[in-house]
C-alpha cells in the first residue's frame, strides 16, 4: 500500500506534555496510519534546520525545517495572513499586497518542495494542506516529482470577481493546477474555484467538477472535515462533573450562559457578535440580569497589525456595553483573551444554554460542531450559526443567522433563551447524528479515495 505524506505549515510533533491542539492537527491525527510521514515547519526560526530533522513518535515519522526571520515575515506574516487571508475571507479592504513577500512566499514553497523532494518514495501520495502552501505541488513538478499530489484548503475560496482583486490571482492558480485533486470543505468553496479556473484559465470543467489544464487531468472534491464527536463528547460530560464546571455553575446563579469561542480574528465576527448582544438587552430588556455572554477570544497572530487593530477595538466594545448595562452583581459579556483548556471549554460548552458560533467568512468551524457533540441529551442547548460559515452547509437544523444583521442574531438567541426542551431536544438530535457521522477518519479517507490513482 502507498505511504501517506502529509505537508502542513506547521508540524506538531505530539509528546505526553503537549497534546495535540487547534483544528487542523486534532483532525488529522486521529487519522493517521502508522507509517505516515508528516512534514512541515518547526514553528522555529533561525538558520539552521535546512534539511529535515526527523522524529518518531507512535508510528509516524515527523520531519521538520526551520525558516529563517526573513522568510517568516514575507511568507507567512506578510503574504498567507496579510494578504492571502483577508482575500480568501472577502476583506478586500484589509487586503495587503506587496510583491517582495509574494516572492517570499514564492521561494519558501519551493524550499519546503527541495527539502521534501529527498524523503520522497516514487508511489507515495502527498496532501499538502492550506493557503500557506498553495505551491509546493507546483514546485515539486518542478523538481521532476511524478507522485500524486492533493491539496486540502481549510479556508474559504472566492469567486472571480474577488481573486480578480489579487495581483498574482492567475499565478496561484496556475499553481493549483499541479495537484491532481484539489479539495474543499464545501461545494461552494469549490464551485468558487471552478469558476475562477473557468473565468482566468479558460478551462471548462466537466460535470463531475475535474477539468484538464495543460494536459494534466484535476479532480475537485468536497470534503468537509469533521470532529472527534464520541471523544469531545466523553470530555465534556467528564468535565462537567469537575471543578472548573462547578465554579461557573456557581458565578451564574442559575442565569443562563452563551458561549463563543473562537481565535480573535476579524473573520470570526467578533464585534457583530457583541453588537447583537447588545441589541438583544435593548430589544428584550426582559433577558438583563438573567443572562451572560462568554466570549474566549484566544489571541492569535499579533505580529499582523490587524490582529491588534482588532484587539483594541474589542477592547473599547464590551467596555461600553458593560458599562451601560452592569449591574453591581451582574455584566453581559464576560471576555478573556487567553485560551481555556480543552477539557474547560468542553465542560463550559456543555453548561451553555447558546452557542454562538456567528462568523463573518470561514472554511468550516469545528466550535459549531464541538458545541453540539457537548450538549447532554436531557437538556441540550441551542445553536446559533452564521449562514457564511462551511458548517452551515451540514448544519442545518441550528438556528442560522446573517451575522451581518445584529436584529436578526438578537431575535435568534432570544429565540434560544425560550425554546422549549421539546425543540431543543429535536433539533440536536438531528444535529448530532450529521455531527456524529462526520469523523477525522472519514475526512482523511474520502480524500486518499480520490487521490489514490
Ligand atoms: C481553520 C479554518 C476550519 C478555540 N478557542 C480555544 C480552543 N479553540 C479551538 C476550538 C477548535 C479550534 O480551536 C478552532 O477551529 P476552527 O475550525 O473554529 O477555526 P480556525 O482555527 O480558524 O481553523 C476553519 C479549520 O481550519 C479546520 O479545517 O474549520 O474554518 O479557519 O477546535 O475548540 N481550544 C482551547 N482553548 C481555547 O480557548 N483549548
Known amino acids: ?36 510521514l508528516w512534514f512541515g515547519w518547526s514553528g522555529k526560526r533561525g538558520h539552521g534546520g535546512r534539511t529535515p530533522t526527523l522524529h518518531e513518535a507512535q508510528g509516524v515519522t515527523y520531519a521538520t525545517i526551520d525558516v529563517t526571520d ?3 515575515h514575507d511568507y507567512y506574516v506578510g503574504f498567507s495572513n496579510g ?8 476583506r478586500l479592504d484589509f487586503l495587503d499586497y506587496a510583491r517582495g513577500q509574494y516572492a517570499g512566499y514564492r521561494h519558501v514553497n519551493a524550499y519546503f518542495a527541495e527539502a521534501l523532494q529527498p524523503l520522497l518514495k516514487e508511489d507515495d501520495l502527498v496532501w499538502i494542506h492550506d493557503y500557506q502552501l498553495f505551491l509546493v505541488g507546483e514546485a515539486l513538478r518542478a523538481q521532476g516529482a511524478r507522485q500524486r499530489l492533493g491539496f486540502f484548503l481549510h479556508i474559504p475560496f472566492v469567486p472571480p470577481e474577488i481573486l480578480d482583486a489579487m495581483p498574482c490571482g492567475r499565478d496561484l492558480l496556475r499553481g493549483l493546477c ?7 470543505h464545501t461545494d461552494d468553496h469549490r464551485h468558487a474555484f471552478l469558476s475562477c479556473v473557468q473565468t482566468f484559465l479558460g478551462v471548462s470543467p466537466a460535470e463531475d467538477g475535474s477539468f484538464v489544464y495543460e494536459g494534466r487531468e484535476v479532480r475537485t472534491i468536497s470534503d468537509p472535515i469533521g470532529i472527534d464527536a ?11 462533573r469537575g471543578a472548573e464546571v462547578r465554579r461557573i455553575r456557581e458565578s451564574l446563579f442559575s442565569r443562563a450562559l452563551a ?12 464585534p457583530n457578535r457583541f453588537r447583537a448582544f447588545d441589541r438583544l438587552l435593548d430589544r428584550f430588556p426582559e433577558h438583563r440580569g438573567q443572562v451572560s455572554m462568554l466570549q474566549v477570544a484566544a489571541r492569535s497572530r499579533e505580529d499582523v497589525d490587524r490582529y491588534l487593530q482588532l484587539r483594541r477595538s474589542l477592547d473599547r466594545l464590551v467596555g461600553d456595553i458593560n458599562g451601560r448595562y452592569s449591574e453591581f452583581d451582574w455584566i453581559p459579556i464576560r471576555y478573556m483573551t487567553r485560551a481555556l483548556t480543552r477539557k474547560s471549554l468542553a465542560g463550559f460548552y456543555r453548561v451553555a444554554r447558546v452557542g454562538l458560533v456567528t462568523p463573518l467568512r470561514d472554511g468550516m468551524n469545528l466550535v459549531a460542531k464541538e458545541y453540539i457533540a457537548a450538549q447532554s441529551s436531557a437538556d441540550p442547548g441551542v445553536l446559533i450559526l452564521s ?30 433563551l425560550t425554546m422549549e426542551l421539546g425543540e431543543r431536544k429535536e433539533r440536536w438530535q438531528a444535529l448530532r447524528e450529521r455531527v456524529w457521522a462526520g469523523t477525522p477518519q472519514r475526512f482523511t479517507e474520502t480524500f486518499m479515495a480520490a487521490l489514490r490513482p
Open 1 to 36: 500500500m502507498s505511504r501517506l505524506v502529509i505537508v502542513s505549515n506547521r508540524v506538531q510533533i505530539p509528546t505526553e506534555k503537549a497534546p495535540r491542539a487547534g483544528g487542523l492537527a486534532v483532525a488529522l491525527g486521529s487519522g493517521l496510519v502508522p507509517g505516515t
Open 70 to 72: 526573513k522568510e517568516y
Open 83 to 90: 494578504a492571502l487571508w483577508p482575500l480568501l475571507h472577502y
Open 178 to 184: 499541479a495537484y491532481d485533486v484539489v479539495g474543499f
Open 230 to 240: 464520541e471523544e469531545f463528547a466523553n470530555i465534556a460530560a467528564r468535565s462537567s
Open 259 to 270: 458561549i463563543g469561542a473562537d481565535r480573535l480574528d476579524y473573520s470570526k465576527g467578533l
Open 387 to 416: 449562514r457564511f460559515a462551511g458548517a452551515a452547509e451540514e448544519l442545518k437544523e441550528a438556528l442560522i443567522v446573517n451575522p451581518f444583521d445584529a436584529d436578526e442574531v438578537a431575535e435568534a438567541i432570544n429565540q434560544a
